[in-house]
């Protein structure tokens, strides 16, 4: 059930049960503002109606209750530790574990690539200190490449001065890790602003699957043309 009060209406108003895809083209990040939903949908929907932007910024959680244990198929809003505090035993789906879903899968998520900007994504683990170097060695190689970086450690990865000040490398600050919730809030929209200045890249820093980053790390991982690992 949606939580907004213009989705309220509308159902109210309909007195119908109302059941409807993502506002997005299938695969594409997700619209967080009605903006997003024009870009993929302009000549596709009669008109939006415009609540202002997502609260949360990422899709809602997906839980399989007929599982015992409970099985959480898409991280989302909801996190493993809040549900948690009801269902002790509930877990995360990992295909290796709970098998594959990709030919059927249950909830859109479980999709292989999902998510994904027109730029490929490059997902980048490791210590701050080695995402740093890695960061620094890549800007000397790629300085004249377009690349957007997606800044997820403010206080721990300090860019070179080389790299904020460059033309073709375009930085999208989305807040640090210790706030889980805000990097999940800007991640689509970092997506789709980097997809739109033409970058020719799109490496996004990696951050701690706890909390909302367990969701936020859902999301990229689906999205990443490659993991490296630092």
């Known amino acids: 059930m949606p939580s907004h009060p213009i989705a309220h209406k509308l159902i109210e108003l309909s007195n119908l049960p109302i059941a409807a895809p993502s506002a997005n083209l299938s695969g594409r990040p997700s619209p967080t503002t009605a ?21 949360i910024g990422l899709e809602s959680t997906v839980i399989d209750v007929f599982r015992d244990p409970p099985l959480i198929l898409r991280p989302g809003g ?8 009801y269902l002790p035993t509930i877990e995360v789906y990992q295909s290796d574990k ?24 490059f997902l980048l683990k490791g210590s701050p200190h080695s995402m740093e170097s890695y960061l620094e060695k890549l800007f000397k190689e790629q300085h004249n490449s377009k690349v957007g970086l997606v800044h997820t450690h403010l206080k ?34 970092a997506l789709r ?14 951050i701690e699957e706890k909390n909302e980053g ?3 790390m859902n999301r990229i991982k689906k999205a990443a043309t490659e993991i490296i690992y630092v």
């Open 35 to 55: 903006d997003h939903v024009l870009e993929d949908m302009q000549n596709r929907i009669k008109c939006i109606i415009d609540g202002g932007s997502c609260s």
């Open 78 to 85: 909801v996190t493993l530790e809040q549900l948690q505090q």
């Open 98 to 121: 709970h098998g594959d879903m990709i030919e059927k899968p249950a909830t859109p998520g479980l999709k292989y690539r999902h998510y994904s900007p027109k730029a490929p994504v």
């Open 156 to 189: 721990t990865v300090h860019l070179p001065s080389t790299i904020l000040s460059s033309n073709n490398w375009k930085v999208y600050n989305l807040g640090d890790e210790d706030n889980p919730a805000a990097v999940a809030h800007g991640l689509f929209v």
């Open 193 to 206: 602003v980097l997809d739109k200045v033409g970058v020719d890249k799109i490496v996004i820093e990696a």
């Open 214 to 216: 367990l969701a936020v």
